[in-house]
């Protein structure tokens, strides 16, 4: 019988917004690849804020496009778990600048991170708006060399699909770095593009949204990467 993988998709699901079902095709793609079932659960963010059961009973957490969130405390909750717990965790787009703000908060003792979108007037804000937006623009990004996210592709340079119209503060980038939240992909201009935590079994942002890229004959190897890890 072939394995089951129970994936609980963090962000309040829009049908309409294509990120979301894209993300569903990605991992049905990257399942078919590995021979699994996934069995998928959209988790609306409010009621994360009290009751993470849904999240526990995951082997995999995949944090969604689509911000602001209904509950930015339910979306860090059930975040939380997944680097705590060593949950084979994703985000990617807004999940991406989510994971930042919890590692922020709760790693690096930054208690009042802030993400613009929520309050753009924060004294510390890690997520701030870009100068020039990223939505529907296909760039080219750089991986470190030996990192976990450059084993995945199999190379260095990638190019990859954005919805965003906010990333990582370049203030607070090296910060994040250096802090243990590993910046691993960059723009042309040096800035984030993709954080993972070393030593994790899988605990990877992306400002990007990998699953826009995905087919069935060429599932995403950064969601490949996700389900190998849980399995």
Do not use: K
Not at 104 to 110: E, F, K, N
């Amino acid at each position: 019988m072939e394995r089951s993988l129970r994936v609980a998709v963090i962000g309040d699901r829009d049908p309409a917004f294509p990120p979301h079902p894209a993300t569903d095709d990605a991992l049905r793609h990257a399942a078919a690849h590995l021979g699994v079932e996934v069995v998928v659960r959209w988790l609306a963010t409010e009621p994360l804020e009290s009751d993470l059961t849904e999240v526990r009973a995951a082997d995999v957490l995949w944090c969604a496009p689509g911000s602001p969130y209904r509950s930015l405390r339910g979306a860090l909750a059930a975040l939380r778990h997944g680097r705590e717990r060593h949950v084979p965790t994703l985000g990617t787009c807004g999940g991406c600048q989510h994971m930042v703000i919890e590692y922020a908060r709760h790693v690096l003792g930054y208690e009042d991170a802030q993400h613009a979108e929520y309050d753009p007037y924060a004294s510390t804000l890690f997520v701030s708006e870009l100068t020039c937006s990223l939505a529907g623009r296909t760039m080219p990004v750089t991986l470190t060399g030996g990192s976990r996210v450059a084993a995945w592709y199999g190379r260095t340079e990638v190019e990859e699909e954005y919805y965003c119209n906010f990333g990582i503060d370049p203030g607070r980038q090296a910060t994040l770095h250096e802090g243990g939240f590993a910046v691993t992909g960059v723009d042309g201009d040096g800035e984030a593009r993709v954080l993972e935590i070393p030593g994790h079994p899988y605990y990877v942002a992306t400002l990007f949204v990998p699953q826009a890229r995905s087919r069935p004959e060429a599932p995403h190897p950064l969601v490949v990467g996700l389900l190998r890890a849980a399995l």
